[in-house]
């Protein structure tokens, strides 16, 4: 795993990008520990300022410093994500693995299941969700519900891995080596899964953050806790856009569009580099 | 011709299932709370003081049997099919009296031509820049168009329609950028009417083709440069079709097939994008409708409109399927 | 075969290949290579023969033919020598045509057999399609009379003209390489080159296969270049047969003498380590493998293996010498210049 | 005598599809054949592609299931071998070998890695005897653990990973080897080391082999049986040397008939069957 990571980083531009601008944004959002004003103290500075040396990305209408209101927004929100990303990673791979290796009858019923998962349309789903719990709607209530949505398309990609391992002649020859179905999985296909597993995540990040962007920003979010969309919709609230303080809206879109095309290169690299092909080729195969 | 009947009937069955698994989702949701949903949604509504004392009491009486409190769990549950499979889901709560399905029917137009004309831009302009970026690879022109698709797809739609608002609305105003028509337009086949629903039509469709092409470029590139190297591209290469030939007929028309079944596969996801990007633009659809129906408390609303979103994502996605083996003749005898 | 020599002498030469190299540049993940395909092969094919090509897995007989029909693209390159290919006086260097004159060459004067996998026909179009997508513009005629002219040339071919109106999956993989020996015989090409057309079939197809093979190419007396590494295909099939080894040919002649009489230890060994009906004796397969094309041993490419390997074969690699009429073999031992060839 | 492998009336049949588009393929039709325990023999199995050898093959390795018959390995119904501890048991006593030597191994492991698992699991080795098992099996298919230790597969060519993938087989002693068209991918001037490796393996450490193949060469130059299927059904079986040279089934002439030798060099008359 470690020579993946370095080889990624050492030849392919599109993940030496990712990697520098996701890390920036989880530096930025680093940034947070050491803030002097608590997020959700208001009117801890003049309101209304555009940016300055004094107050590097201005400060909204509500008194707070874009800055630091910021690194806790994006810490939110990619503490966020990553929940999501983690959570539904355990019920994608689970359903992923259980019917690439049983096959038939299973991987069928499984399959028309996970398919259906992928058609329906969330959004308005996760709308009615706030609908029915307004007040009482939490992060970590929004995070199970979509990484519970969330998982069918990454099921799919999984085990269309594991279907193709399965059927493998290297794994009958594991399974004559005397070798368990369990280390067969975790020792052998590992490997080959892993991969597949860090893409998806990523791609997961991306959709379950842009859907917490898109939710917030709408209001239908606890939308005391401070995150990227929860900013612009205070931000709308307060017409920041009409009134002029477009640094209040700017910065945070910029950031978070940063944060995306950094975890989508990040995505895209590794796909292109756990293709099979690739790797052969790499590993010096002989070809003609 | 029995085996495509047997083809669509197994696409009918996942239509089925795809509809029977959502709308139980819809019922959970909104069933598996312990919530008090009538009082809720009763202070919700009036809090926005938009209902009279009449209607308040109206919607007392018909939230209890909307959320069919009196009746046992089995027949909560059977009340709740029964409307989906009517599409009766009672008066609005904040246009009262009006049914909820005629709210619905007069959105539902706005949402699928704009989710019609963006979708079937996008897949086209996607799939024939990507089927071109794949086939002549050394182009820097198309290596541009990559990197351009591949920046903005990975942004959501809201983020990419709120900045066109911000630059076409703020910045450079030249195109309209709320509603679905100009107001005080008469309504009818008249060029000023067509027109301004065209031009309001711009920015909505604009911002869901610039998310959607990404995907369709990316997808159809990489199937692309995956097909140059298949046996019937190189014989027909060493053959000396023309290139125009071999890149319609050989290579795009075979890379078809699997993008037509990631455009079924993801029109869930483009209905979602659609829902945002018509909030941003107060366009008159599904998705406007929807936000404003949660912000008024309207239940019934958005019951319905979350019920018919499954149902015509899922019909949208069986015509798909059905149409398919146009496209790839292997199908029938699978 | 008892063709007169006299026949050899005026035969015309359909293609001249001199002196080629061809290697694959790669650059993958830090790691940049050279690997060495095709390196410094001469051969010729005359008129109306079938040229066998033979040699195992990796050892550039794929690579040579892509390179002589110009069907090669990055990362692998010609870095020297030429193709030259000659159509009934019509005289030309494959790598010297424009786009154009090279289209207008492929399928009227130079077609294709692919190994008969799957995918050698577009699945979605009918087979129908494929003939007027490769051979209409060739025939020059209005497309009522090309189709009529297809459907006799299946039927000369004893292929059911029904078959037009199939897609590939439909037909059987026996059925679909009929088809493509069909298809790339319409043109009466001048120079056909079949890739392992026979490989992925089953024994009884494939001799029906082989059969129609050989008989196209006498009905239309085109030249071909056949590869394989079935020396059984070649024995039924081939005229002349040219035995390639880690990038080089290394022995070259009538296909029944080199059969029957090969001299390089490794075409020797090849064949009589093959077994046969009604031979009980016992065989021996070779020792150690052939070697990496990206850094091949010094001298003969064989010598590591070689039974019979001298000093002289560690230091340089042996020219191909003429040990008998149109015989030639590259190895310092059995054929050392200057013809003290050892028996 | 007492049977090492006894094949009853076995049949496969597949059902694919599902409700709505059943198609039953019949892939093994009422076969029989026996192997003696004490004998050690090499029977061929002969077919072309679609004859049902290689369902044969996995149901005698307990990949699949017969849909009728029995398979008896020395007298236990192969099928009813569920618990891990007789799975373990009747691994080490039938191994298989299959045709894809690059596909046999994990390419991302080292290749000694499979032959101390074997040597650990199913012969019970500890510590130095794991690496002498495997050097000792090594050395039977003519390679040794000092060339191999810390290779990976594509380091090795393919008649080096199939004599690896033989040795590995060979690690638990076991009393049938079951080959899959087992030189089919190996290249010709390698086949013949492995073929005879397998009369060795016979005459040497008296394992019966199961050669499954489509070429009636080489089955002709090691078996001392064969069996020729055609669409799942056995339709000639005998001695070897007797059913080959003078093949009484009308498929079985047709196979043989179809076969190229090099004999015919020089005189390239090939004429169609049909």
Not at chain 2, 21 to 35: E, K, Q, R, V, W
Not at chain 2, 109 to 120: H, N
Not at chain 2, 297 to 312: E, F, K, P, Q, R
Not at chain 4, 81 to 100: L, T, W
């Amino acid at each position: 795993m470690f020579t993946v990571l370095r080889d990624l980083l050492r030849y392919r531009t599109e993940f030496r990008f990712g990697a520098i601008l996701t890390g920036f944004i989880a530096a930025f959002a680093a940034l947070s520990l050491v803030s002097p004003y608590p997020p959700q103290d208001q009117f801890v500075v003049p309101p209304d300022l555009p940016p300055s040396w004094s107050y590097w990305f201005g400060t909204t209408s509500r008194g707070q410093d874009v800055f630091w209101q910021l690194t806790f927004a994006i810490r939110n929100t990619m503490l966020f994500g990553l929940s999501v990303a983690v959570l539904s990673r355990l019920v994608s791979i689970a359903i992923g693995m259980w019917s690439g290796y049983k096959g038939g009858i299973v991987d069928r019923l499984l399959m028309s299941v996970n398919d259906t998962f992928i058609v329906i349309p969330l959004f308005p789903l996760l709308v009615l969700f706030y609908f029915v719990l307004r007040d009482r709607m939490s992060w970590p209530l929004l995070a199970l519900a979509m990484a519970s949505l969330g998982w069918a398309y990454d099921a799919r990609l999984i085990r269309a891995v594991a279907l193709s391992l399965s059927s493998r002649e290297f794994t009958q020859q594991c399974v004559f080596s005397g070798m368990r179905t369990r280390e067969i999985v975790f020792q052998e296909h590992l490997p080959y899964v892993l991969p597949i597993v860090f893409y998806t995540t990523m791609n997961n990040m991306n959709w379950s953050i842009g859907l917490e962007v898109t939710l917030s920003v709408l209001g239908f979010t606890d939308i005391d806790t401070p995150t990227v969309g929860v900013m612009i919709y205070w931000a709308n609230q307060h017409t920041a856009l009409v009134a002029g303080v477009w640094w209040w809206v700017f910065f945070p879109v910029l950031f978070v569009m940063i944060l995306f095309i950094g975890l989508f290169l990040l995505a895209i690299s590794t796909n292109e580099y756990i293709d099979p092909r690739s790797r052969l080729a790499r590993m010096g195969d002989v070809s003609g | 011709m029995q085996a495509y009947a047997i083809y669509a009937l197994k696409r009918l069955a996942q239509f089925v299932l795809v509809v029977f698994i959502g709308i139980n989702l819809a019922y959970l949701i909104s069933h598996a709370t312990p919530i008090d949903p009538v009082e809720q949604t009763v202070s919700a509504a009036t809090s926005f003081g938009n209902a009279s004392p009449e209607a308040i009491l109206m919607m007392r009486a018909s939230l209890r049997e909307l959320y069919g409190l009196e009746g046992g769990a089995v027949s909560q549950y059977a009340a709740f099919w029964r409307r989906v499979l009517v599409g009766d889901f009672g008066p609005s709560l904040s246009a009262f009296p009006t049914p909820v399905s005629t709210l619905i029917g007069r959105a539902l137009p706005w949402t699928v031509g704009l989710l019609s004309v963006s979708t079937c831009l996008a897949f086209a302009l996607g799939n024939l820049l990507g089927g071109l970026a794949g086939y002549f690879r050394e182009s820097r022109i198309l290596k541009l168009a990559g990197i351009a698709a591949m920046a903005v797809h990975p942004i959501p739609y809201y983020i990419v329609a709120f900045v066109l608002l911000i630059v076409f609305g703020y910045l450079w105003p030249v195109l309209p950028i709320s509603g679905g028509y100009r107001i005080n337009t008469p309504w009818g086949w008249n060029a000023e009417f067509v027109l301004s629903v065209v031009t309001h039509a711009i920015l909505p469709v604009a911002s869901l083709v610039l998310v959607g092409v990404g995907g369709w470029f990316m997808g159809m590139r990489s199937l692309v440069s995956n097909i140059v190297s298949e046996d019937y591209v190189v014989y027909a290469e060493l053959a000396g079709v023309s290139r125009g030939r071999i890149l319609g007929a050989y290579v795009m028309r075979n890379a078809l097939a699997p993008q037509v079944t990631g455009l079924a596969m993801s029109l869930g996801s483009i209905f979602n994008g659609a829902i945002i990007t018509e909030q941003v633009f107060g366009y008159p659809g599904i998705g406007t409708l929807l936000i404003q129906a949660v912000h008024a408390g309207d239940y019934s609303l958005v019951i319905g409109i979350a019920s018919v979103s499954i149902v015509a994502v899922s019909v949208a996605v069986l015509i798909i399927d059905l149409l398919y083996p146009l496209l790839d003749p292997r199908v029938k005898v699978a | 075969m008892s063709a007169p020599l006299a026949k050899v002498a005026d035969a015309e030469r359909v293609l001249d290949v001199a002196n080629l190299r061809a290697y694959y540049q790669t650059w993958h993940f830090g790691v940049s290579r050279d690997v060495r395909a095709v390196d410094g092969v001469t051969l010729h094919v005359d008129r109306n023969e079938i040229y066998g090509l033979a040699g195992e897995s990796s050892c550039g007989k794929s690579t040579l033919i892509r390179t002589i029909v110009r069907a090669i693209r990055p990362p692998l390159a010609v870095v020297e020598g030429s193709v030259r290919f000659d159509f009934g006086g019509r005289a030309c260097d494959i790598y010297a045509l424009d786009r154009a004159r090279l289209a207008g060459i492929r399928w009227r004067h130079l077609s294709y057999i692919l190994q008969g996998s799957m995918n050698v026909l577009n699945p979605v179009r009918r087979v129908r399609e494929s003939f007027v997508d490769f051979a209409f513009r060739h025939i020059g005629k209005p497309m009522p009379q090309f189709l009529a002219l297809v459907e006799d040339h299946l039927a000369r071919l004893r292929l059911d003209p029904a078959v037009l109106g199939s897609f590939p999956h439909e037909l059987s993989g026996g059925m679909r390489q009929r088809v493509t020996i069909a298809l790339a015989s319409v043109c009466r090409p001048d120079f056909i080159v079949a890739d392992e057309p026979t490989t992925a079939l089953d024994v009884v197809v494939q001799k029906d296969v082989l059969a129609l093979l050989r008989e196209v190419q006498r009905q239309i007396r085109s030249s071909m270049i056949l590869v394989t590494h079935d020396i059984g295909v070649h024995a039924n099939a081939t005229d002349r047969l040219g035995v390639m080894y880690a990038g080089r040919l290394i022995e070259e002649g009538r296909t029944g003498e080199v059969i029957r009489e090969p001299r390089h230890p490794y075409t020797a060994q090849l064949v009589t380590s093959l077994p046969r009906i009604g031979d009980i004796e016992p065989k021996q397969g070779l020792d150690g493998a052939p070697p990496s094309l990206a850094a091949p041993p010094p001298g003969c490419r064989f010598h590591p293996r070689c039974p019979l390997a001298m000093e002289m074969c560690r230091r340089e690699h042996p020219p191909m010498v003429e040990v008998a009429a149109g015989h030639r073999v590259a190895c310092w031992v059995k054929a050392p210049p200057g013809g003290m060839a050892a028996p | 005598m007492s049977a090492l492998l006894d094949i009853d009336r076995v049949g496969m049949t597949y059902v694919s599809g599902t409700l709505l588009a059943r198609r039953v393929v019949r892939a093994v039709d009422d076969l029989s054949l026996r192997l003696e325990a004490g004998r050690p023999e090499i029977v061929a199995i002969i077919g072309e592609s679609g004859s049902g050898k290689t369902t044969l093959a996995r149901m005698i390795l307990n990949l699949a299931t017969p849909t009728d018959g029995v398979i008896r390995f020395r007298g236990t119904d192969v099928a009813k071998i569920r618990s891990n501890h007789a799975r373990a048991d009747f691994m080490r006593q039938v191994q298989p070998i299959f045709q894809n030597p690059f596909e046999a191994f994990n390419p991302l492991k080292r290749v000694d890695r499979y032959l101390f698992m074997s040597a650990r699991r199913l012969a019970d080795a500890r510590g130095a005897e794991v690496d002498a098992l495997a050097d000792r099996a090594l050395h039977q298919v003519g390679l040794s653990l000092a060339e191999l230790r810390g290779r990976f597969p594509h380091e090795l060519s393919g008649g080096q990973l199939q004599r690896a993938a033989i040795a590995r087989a060979l690690i638990s002693a076991p009393k049938l080897i079951v080959a899959d068209e087992p030189v089919s991918m190996v290249d010709a001037s390698l086949r013949m080391s492995i073929v005879n490796l397998f009369r060795s393996l016979r005459d040497e450490l008296h394992v019966s082999i199961v050669y499954i193949t489509h070429d009636l060469a080489t089955a002709y130059y090691i078996s001392d049986r064969v069996l020729i299927m055609q669409r799942g059904r056995a339709v000639e079986s005998g001695a070897a040397r007797e059913v080959l040279a003078n093949p009484q089934h009308p498929y079985s002439r047709l196979l043989k008939a179809s076969v190229l030798s090099p004999e015919d060099a020089g005189k390239p008359t090939i004429a169609a069957n049909t």
